[in-house]
């Protein structure tokens, strides 16, 4: 049986008289000053922070580290190296060879009666370009079939390889422009660094500016030779620009990233280390290694003529590039030949072949400009 006690007014009084408000006060306050317990979810939280932490950790340390070898690399292996060195004293009209194995070659047959130094703005603010512009005849009005030449890595218009060429030509009847590159020779210091070929291509369409704007020479009578890193900026420059009508490739390549991951192996390091030197140039530096590429040459080449030699023993640039040239021209149908000198390594056939070679470039150039 269910009873409900009732209290008289008097017995409730006194019950809460009784009551200690003190202690509720004070119990009170104790709950209100514990902290909230954790969410269980608060923890297993803090703990994938953690975890994702030690993960970005694990990826960017590692990339980090890739990336600084890369840039070490970059600035190791594609330094410029301005100025002449010892090719200091060439000139269009007296120089000598300084590879040691050939120091006494007779390069008189090459030597030019007249030649001037001109200095040509380049496309990029502030890059002005030295060169020496070799006339026919600087009396003649007629214009004249004229080759522009692109030096290598580290070299210079005084290089004797271009000097040779230049009178190779010259001898022939043809106009020469020898340009050099920016960070090379007595042109303008951009930051001492190259880009085999992927800026330089830049100066070398300015020079052919010069050609057209201040010699008065027609697109159709414009030639370009290039050897080494010369050939592959002379292939990138040609691929951009549709008025050279004649492109010849002395020890060129084809592949950009092949041939950094080549040059890396010849130098010693690690081929897996080439895609860490090209993003580096690139984030680091401003350097983009892989574009635009010396393939455009063929790719964009339409009815135009190309001439490719290269040596079966060099060293510095592997044969293959020159198969894979011929090869890629085969397939677009690109009106392409190759010369490959047997016996001889990285860009000497100039030297070891040289009425052959004197033959050829000319015939070449001939037979596309005039």
């Known amino acids: 049986m269910t009873g409900v006690i009732r209290l008289s007014d008097e017995d409730a009084a006194v019950a809460a008289a009784d009551v200690d408000y003190d202690d509720i006060d004070s119990a009170v306050a104790e709950v209100e000053s514990e902290p909230n317990p954790e969410p269980r979810t608060a923890g297993f939280t803090r703990g994938r922070r953690i975890l994702l932490s030690v993960g970005v950790a694990l990826i960017v340390l590692p990339l980090t580290a890739y990336l600084g070898v890369g840039w070490q690399i970059y600035t190791t292996l594609a330094y410029a190296d301005p100025g002449y060195g010892d090719q200091e004293g060439n000139l269009p009209d007296g120089f000598n060879v300084t590879w040691d194995e050939y120091a006494g070659f007779d390069t008189s047959p090459y030597e030019v009666d007249y030649y001037e130094n001109v200095t040509i ?78 800026k330089e291509y830049i100066d070398v369409m300015s020079g052919v500016d010069w050609l057209i704007d201040e010699q008065g020479i027609p697109e159709e009578m414009i030639g370009l030779w290039g050897n080494s890193m010369g050939a592959g900026t002379a292939a990138i420059t040609f691929g951009q620009d549709e008025r050279i009508q004649a492109l010849v490739l002395d020890s060129g390549y084809l592949d950009l990233a092949a041939i950094v991951r080549e040059e890396l192996i010849r130098e010693g390091y690690p081929g ?46 592997d044969p293959h590039h020159f198969e894979d040239m011929l090869g890629l021209a085969e397939d677009l149908d690109v009106n392409a030949s190759g010369w490959l000198v047997e016996g001889t390594g990285h860009t000497e056939a100039i030297i070891t072949n040289a009425e052959e070679y004197e033959q050829r470039i000319t015939d070449f150039f001939t037979a596309s400009l005039t």
């Open 121 to 198: 703005a380049s496309r990029t603010a502030g890059i002005d370009l030295d060169c020496w512009w070799i006339p026919v005849d600087a009396q003649e009005d007629e214009p004249t079939a004229t080759v522009v030449l692109v030096h290598g890595l580290r070299a210079s218009k005084a290089g004797y390889r271009m000097l040779m060429v230049a009178g190779m030509l010259n001898e022939h009847g043809f106009n020469v422009l020898l340009i050099d590159l920016r960070d090379h020779g007595q042109s303008t210091v951009e930051d001492g660094m190259v880009s085999i070929g992927t």
């Open 272 to 317: 897996w280390l080439g895609p860490a030197t090209v993003w580096a140039a690139f984030l680091f530096g401003g350097e983009a290694l892989l574009e635009p590429s010396p393939r455009s040459a063929f790719e964009n080449a339409g009815n135009r003529s190309i001439f490719i030699t290269h040596g079966t023993d060099d060293g510095r640039v």
